[in-house]
């Protein structure tokens, strides 16, 4: 993706729909080498402190393969709606739910731009979105939605990439998504742009958009932000 694309445009939309749909078979496997697998406690980390009842939904927004959404119905055992702009993510999701042989009445998957969600007012308990806000071409107008489809006193969970502050650990930080991470991307996935792109919206991210703010307009109350592993990633947390 050019960086001179700007992030509320309806070419990084199409741009954004293009390449998930065309990594799919090979995200998880980036997903966790590339993390060395820490993603997968930043989820858990989200997650370790919040209560949903079991007859509870979340919207799991920018899903992909879903990794997000079963570690809700895992630790809550509410209903997961998977919501995202590429069709063969939500595959990839559907075949794991198969897979650990969950009942299909807890899943419901939506393919849609989480900037005009179908879905009705005070209808859901939790949103998680899991390094997806960045690739919105309209986060404000997301965080509307969000807001409106939230039940009272719902929560919102994101999990986004961010740039260390400190000096030396972002100069590696930056290495490594700049130089190694699409090299990586190219050999597993065949889509080098796909692994240029993240560095790329990554620093677009952190110059051009102030979140706490956008969550605060929105109408959001009670918002937190915590840096994780070095500051390479942000947990914001807010309620309704």
Request: aromatic fraction near 12%.
């Amino acid at each position: 993706m050019d960086s001179k694309i700007n992030l509320n445009s309806d070419t990084k939309r199409e741009y954004v729909k293009r390449m998930f749909n065309s990594i799919h078979k090979t995200y998880d496997l980036l997903n966790h080498t590339l993390s060395f697998g820490i993603d997968i406690y930043w989820r858990k980390k989200a997650l370790k402190n919040l209560s949903v009842p079991v007859t509870g939904i979340c919207l799991d927004l920018a899903a992909g393969t879903g990794d997000f959404g079963i570690e809700v119905h895992k630790k809550f055992g509410s209903r997961v709606i998977g919501f995202d702009l590429a069709k063969n993510s939500l595959k990839i999701f559907k075949e794991k739910i198969q897979k650990k042989k969950f009942s299909n009445s807890d899943f419901l998957f939506v393919n849609g731009e989480a900037e005009i969600l179908s879905i009705k007012d005070l209808t859901v308990n939790l949103i998680t979105i899991a390094f997806g806000i960045r690739n919105f071409y309209d986060s404000k107008k997301s965080l509307d939605e969000m807001y409106r489809v939230l039940k009272p006193v719902g929560i919102l969970v994101i999990l986004e990439f961010s740039l260390p502050k400190n000096k030396f650990v972002r100069s590696i930080y930056q290495f490594y998504f700049q130089k190694i991470l699409p090299l990586i991307g190219k050999i597993i996935s065949t889509d080098k742009s796909a692994y240029e792109y993240l560095p790329n919206s990554v620093n677009l991210f952190e110059k051009e958009k102030d979140i706490t703010s956008e969550l605060i307009e929105a109408g959001f109350r009670a918002v937190a932000v915590k840096s994780l592993t070095l500051g390479i990633v942000k947990l914001y947390q807010a309620v309704k």
